[in-house]
């Protein structure tokens, strides 16, 4: 068997575990879920009419505006939640069972990309889903629906390679449980609540260049009115920058941590 | 060709700690080696290196005939490694890590399932193999464990602290299927800070203080190195004294303990009925009398000065409250 194929399927086996570590263990799994939900629930139901704000973007209805943002939200969670596992299994001991074995250390964190991916991909199919059920409208059909899974699935992948890569780094689980609330502040200095042009400054240019602005785009001009060349190409290059951004951190991580062991 | 060599080996750590400090050591092809040392003495250091887990500071080490630092891919696909304290995922079954580990050293899938089936039933956890891992008692972990170390027939394998924490039923247990596996040719380095597993098991002890090798041989060479056997005398009545002039007769009398007259037998356990016929014909009744040999614990205290850690620990039950009945 060709080392490449090799490691592929080490990475398709620790995919895999991470998908079934995720299913066995729902106090991780669950919140990915509920906290998106209950937020989407309280903003739609409470701020239902700032639709009818003048300037605020033509949509079918704020559960269409604000699917985007929930999914974003998610797959951040999503993310986030890899790294942890990532890094309890540093804890016990299970990264040294992985890293005695004759395959690429960068498999090891790509198996475990490979099941927040897996992890993404579910969330956006739930949060279409729920979107349809009460009344959301996907603009783009089938294939803007596709695009959606496509995106979030990949935001996963990157925010989760930047989360396993602190992992790396500090080989504690608390650490990156702290990162939970920067996130959700970088989240909140995006458009994906509000239209950015009606955020007051100086939130509106922060939201304006906050990557995180772009993947939300991407995913809510399907939604609401229809694929868009620029927002899609600005999404993909978002999500792109962030998981290489991730994997590069990455890299560095594993040879700082073999140098140093532990 | 050794299975093992290391010349100067060495690990530093920041801010200046040594934890191993120039190790040589060599483990011949299908030997079992113990590597004995008290916590902290850096035997997990030395292993760490061994498997390529950690980069030497400074020296080099070989294992199955390649370079830690400079061939390391080639050092793992010939190692198994079981490391202390048994690092499995309590999510998955014992089936699924076998399975696993499989695919981490590229055992082709069709022959992965038998493997993973008759693995599990080596070391008797078949009825356990589809439950997880969280289940497991001590023992079973630690089967397990030495089980997935193995599905890639290594030349070389690595058990760091086996049997720690486990009771002496489970630690019987593995020290048979250890046994076993150096019987079919397997190569072991085994650290443990247990005399009796290293007297046990070992061809060959090492015992490690403070980062350096301290002493180095069989068992019974290294014992034989620090003495001749003592006798405990517990005498019935008072007369000490008396006692102590017939037991000089037969060699070095040593300090007295809880009360026991000690001598150090200058002809070894052949001396035993004379002495005992000689405490007779002085009219001495003896309470008790006990040939002690040497044992590692008196190497280890005659080459560092103090006693190794943890070996009282022989008989304790580990504390695993979701542990369920072994099989």
């Known amino acids: ?262 | 060709m050794p299975a093992i060599e290391t010349e100067a080996l060495a690990r530093e750590f920041e801010g200046g700690i040594k934890a191993v400090d120039g190790v040589d050591l060599e483990v011949a092809e299908g030997e079992i080696y113990g590597f004995l040392g008290p916590n902290g003495a850096g035997k997990t250091t030395t292993v760490r290196m061994l498997t390529t887990l950690l980069r030497p500071t400074d020296g080099r080490a070989r294992v199955a005939g390649y370079d830690v630092v400079e061939e390391a891919p080639q050092v793992r696909r010939s190692i198994g490694v079981a490391l202390q304290e048994a690092a499995l995922d309590p999510l998955m079954t014992g089936r699924e890590l076998i399975l696993l580990q499989a695919a981490l050293h590229a055992v082709p899938r069709d022959r992965a399932t038998a493997l993973a089936s008759s693995l599990l039933e080596w070391v008797g956890l078949t009825r356990a193999a589809d439950r997880r891992v969280g289940t497991y008692s001590g023992g079973m972990r630690r089967r397990l464990d030495l089980a997935s170390a193995l599905v890639h027939s290594p030349r070389v394998l690595f058990l760091d602290e086996p049997t720690t924490g486990l009771d002496p039923v489970s630690r019987q247990a593995i020290w048979r299927e250890v046994e076993n596996l150096n019987r079919e040719g397997t190569t072991i380095f085994l650290t443990t800070q247990y005399l009796e597993e290293a007297d046990q098991l070992a061809d060959r002890v090492g015992i490690i203080s403070a980062g350096r090798l301290v002493a180095e041989g069989t068992p019974a060479a290294l014992k034989a190195q620090v003495g001749r056997p003592h006798l405990e005398v517990s005498l019935a009545d008072e007369d000490g004294q008396h006692a102590e002039e017939v037991l000089a007769r037969f060699g070095k009398p040593l300090p007295a303990r809880d009360g026991k007259l000690l001598v150090q037998l200058e002809h070894g356990a052949s001396e035993v009925a004379p002495v005992v016929r000689a405490l007779d014909e002085a009219g001495l009744a003896v309470e008790s009398l006990d040939l002690v040999q040497p044992t590692l614990d008196d190497v280890f205290v005659a080459k560092t000065g103090q006693h190794l850690e943890g070996d009282e620990d022989t008989g304790e039950q580990e504390a695993l409250p979701e542990a369920e009945p072994a099989e």
């Open chain 1, 1 to 262: 068997m060709s080392a490449l194929l090799a490691n592929a399927r080490v990475v398709a086996e620790l995919g895999r575990r991470s998908v079934r570590q995720t299913a066995r263990r729902p106090q991780l799994a669950s919140p990915l879920v509920i906290f998106p939900t209950l937020l989407l629930a309280v903003q739609v139901g409470g701020a239902g009419r700032a639709v009818d704000l003048p300037q605020f973007p033509e949509v079918n209805g704020f559960l269409d505006f604000m699917l985007a943002g929930a999914m974003v939200q998610a797959c951040l969670m999503a993310g986030n939640s890899g790294a942890i596992a990532f890094a309890i299994d540093m804890e016990m001991g299970f990264t040294d069972r992985l890293m005695a074995a004759p395959i690429s250390r960068f498999a090891i964190v790509l198996g475990r990309l490979a099941g927040t991916a897996m992890l993404g991909a579910f969330l956006a199919v739930y949060f279409i889903a729920l979107g349809l059920i009460f009344g959301a409208e996907i603009q783009e059909g089938v294939l803007g629906a596709i695009w959606i899974v496509v995106v979030v699935a990949g935001s996963a992948v990157a925010f989760g390679a930047i989360g396993v890569s602190i992992a790396l780094r500090t080989g504690t689980a608390s650490v990156v449980q702290g990162l939970f609330p920067l996130l959700f502040v970088i989240l909140f200095l995006s458009n994906a609540f509000f239209p950015t042009n009606l955020l007051l400054e100086p939130s509106a240019t922060v939201a304006e260049y906050n990557p995180l602005s772009f993947i939300v785009d991407g995913l809510r001009e399907p939604i609401v009115a229809g694929f868009s060349a620029t927002d899609s190409l600005a999404a993909l290059a978002s999500v792109a920058g962030f998981t290489a951004l991730g994997l590069a951190l990455c890299a560095a991580a594993i040879r700082a941590r073999a140098m140093r062991g532990g």
